[in-house]
């Protein structure tokens, strides 16, 4: 009976939002590449040099908007100069959260061609998010086409030199101006584009964490696994707390038993030797607390592939890591993300003790272990078409 009740439910829940969400509706018009519209700025702005470079400093002469309504559908696609957004105070985005985004950048190679590392994954990661939090869903091999378009008439802005990229920011925010809980009936999805340099400027820099055990960050069944702007400003007050402390990021607990989670904005890796002695790659399963990282994924394609390291997806406590730690089992642990690929840690802050994670055993001024810098030397090696890899999207 609880299960015919269920189903019944599910399916009376379904009608409203086939609006939203199936854009096949003869009515509703899906997010077409073959509509966008280009007007050029009048004036355009001077480039920065490279060694001048700040992460979300510096934006581009233009960006990319498309709107949508759940009556009419999406709008044809603009790329028009860059400019404020005009909403009303009203406007659900500034009260609920109605906001996610992507991370990914574009990159210039040797040969002067435009590249996109993996952008397949962005678009099924952002139409998770938006379906998550009640905003549309698009097609993500039409709005992979506006962006190309869109790097077409900003690539003077993509740095040529390696190392640096051109960091796009595809978002999705709830538009509607008028105040109550429910689904909003308008949204604007936009993308902006800003040049940055490296994550390390001068090489790598292991960085120090704090494990979090007040605070957390995300848990199953909740939001973790989406890019929702809502699961950031949380973590901030902790962040500054681990700061003031003398630590670069926060370790995210969860649970009564502290299993490891995310460093930061980042997914988490540890490398290690397991009971048997054999050397393992270990990171938090994807439980729905996870962000499913582009990297993430990259990363355990990769050890996957070389076979050098057994490769584990478990749950692994704070316990027992610091057991390991202190029985030499660790070799290196490291953060990974979009703007960093890899980020070396050299040390944890854990209920009171400071546990010391190894670098490189062969280099005592390295700070960076081998696997640590090999994942990331592949990785750019690809992003920047050094190696052919069906992971690397010629633009132009």
Known sequence: MFSARLSSSLRLRSVPQAKRFNTSIASVSELDASKLTVRTAASLKPLVENKDLMFGRTFTDHMLTVDWNEDKGW????????????????????????????????????????????????????????????????????????????????????????????????????????????????????????????????????VKLMATTEYVRAWPRGTGDTKIGGNYAPGLLPQRMAAKAGYSQNLWLFGEDHQLTEVGTMNLFTVWKNANGEHELVTPPLDGSILPG???????????????????EKKVTMPELREAIKNNNVLEMFGAGTACIVSPIKAIE???????????????????????????????????????????VVVN
């Open 75 to 206: 709008d044809a696609p603009k790329i028009h100069p860059f400019e404020n957004v005009q909403l009303l105070p009203s406007a659900v985005v500034f009260h609920y959260g109605s906001s996610c985004f992507e991370g990914m950048k574009a990159y210039k190679d040797k040969n002067g061609k435009i590249r996109l590392f993996r952008p397949d994954m962005n678009m099924a990661r952002m139409n998770r998010s938006t379906a998550r939090i009640a905003l549309p869903q698009f097609n993500g091999e039409e709005l992979l086409k506006c962006i190309k378009e869109l790097l077409k008439k900003e690539q003077k802005w993509i740095p040529s030199e390696r190392g640096y990229s051109l960091y796009l920011r595809p978002t999705v925010i709830g538009t509607q101006e008028a105040l109550g809980v429910n689904p909003p009936t308008d949204a604007k999805l936009f993308v902006i584009a800003c040049p940055v340099g490296p994550y390390y400027k001068t090489g790598f820099a292991a």
């Open 294 to 312: 582009v990297t993430r994924d990259s990363i355990l394609s990769l050890a996957r592939e070389w076979k050098d390291l057994k490769v584990v």
């Open 350 to 392: 854990y209920m009171g003790e400071e546990l010391v994670i190894p670098l490189d055993p062969n280099d005592a001024t390295s700070q960076a272990g081998p696997y640590t810098k090999r994942f990331n030397d592949a990785i750019m090696n690809i992003q920047y078409g050094e190696v052919e890899h069906p992971w690397s």
